[in-house]
């Protein structure tokens, strides 16, 4: 069946299609740069994004906090002070989002190293942040930005699957981080 056609008749096929396609083009030496940052040991991890890009850092702060990392997301009541050494995960499509873009700025000013998930490498996060991720969206038959937020969501659970690789207790204790109130 010709690709076009499926997408007509089948629309999770061309999201499929789409998302497998894009993380074929991710640049595997940012991937790895990436995921060292993210298996630094007594690290406190914050992550942010907004709309939707916020929602996916919300999931990716969650399964950080299954791993055994010190997790928090920006915004939140419960969110201490960003400081010297922790990180921040920033999640930007457009990688200028002002909200986004001053919190990197006040995390870099106080010695964070801020991480980027976007596409767009030229962007002025992309600039400000130590590691960037590219998930590399040409154009896409999805609604608004869903194939960003999609890839990003994947990418950021790859990174979490290099975190418990790195940590041979980190896959046993998960289970007993995972929320017994529901």
């Known amino acids: 069946m010709d690709p076009r056609e499926a997408a007509r008749s089948r629309p999770w096929l061309a999201v499929g299609r789409e998302l497998t396609e894009l993380l074929d083009r991710v640049?595997?030496?940012?991937?790895?740069?990436?995921?060292?940052?993210?298996?630094?040991a007594g690290t406190r991890w914050f992550f942010t994004?907004?709309?939707?890009?916020?929602?996916?850092?919300?999931?990716?702060?969650?399964r950080f906090m299954h791993l055994g990392r010190e997790a928090h997301v920006l915004g939140e009541a419960?969110?201490?002070?960003?400081?010297?050494?922790?990180?921040?995960?920033?999640?930007?499509?457009?990688?200028?989002?002002?909200?986004?873009?001053?919190?990197?700025?006040?995390?870099?000013?106080e010695g964070a190293r801020v991480l980027l998930v976007?596409?767009?490498?030229?962007?002025?996060?992309?600039?400000l942040a130590d590691a960037v991720l590219v998930a590399p969206v040409v154009e896409s038959e999805q609604l608004m930005g869903n194939l960003f937020e999609q890839s990003a969501l994947v990418l950021l659970d790859a990174v979490?699957?290099?975190?418990?690789?790195?940590?041979?207790?980190?896959?046993?204790?998960?289970?007993?981080?995972?929320?017994?109130?529901q």
């Open 27 to 40: 640049d595997p030496a940012q991937f790895d740069a990436f995921a060292d940052e993210a298996t630094a």
């Open 49 to 62: 994004g907004q709309g939707r890009s916020g929602l996916v850092a919300q999931m990716a702060a969650m």
């Open 78 to 109: 419960t969110a201490p002070s960003v400081r010297h050494g922790d990180r921040l995960v920033v999640v930007s499509g457009s990688g200028s989002t002002p909200v986004s873009l001053g919190f990197a700025r006040i995390a870099e000013a």
């Open 118 to 127: 976007t596409f767009s490498p030229g962007s002025p996060l992309a600039e």
């Open 160 to 181: 979490a699957i290099a975190v418990a690789d790195s940590d041979p207790e980190a896959r046993a204790a998960m289970a007993s981080r995972h929320t017994n109130m």
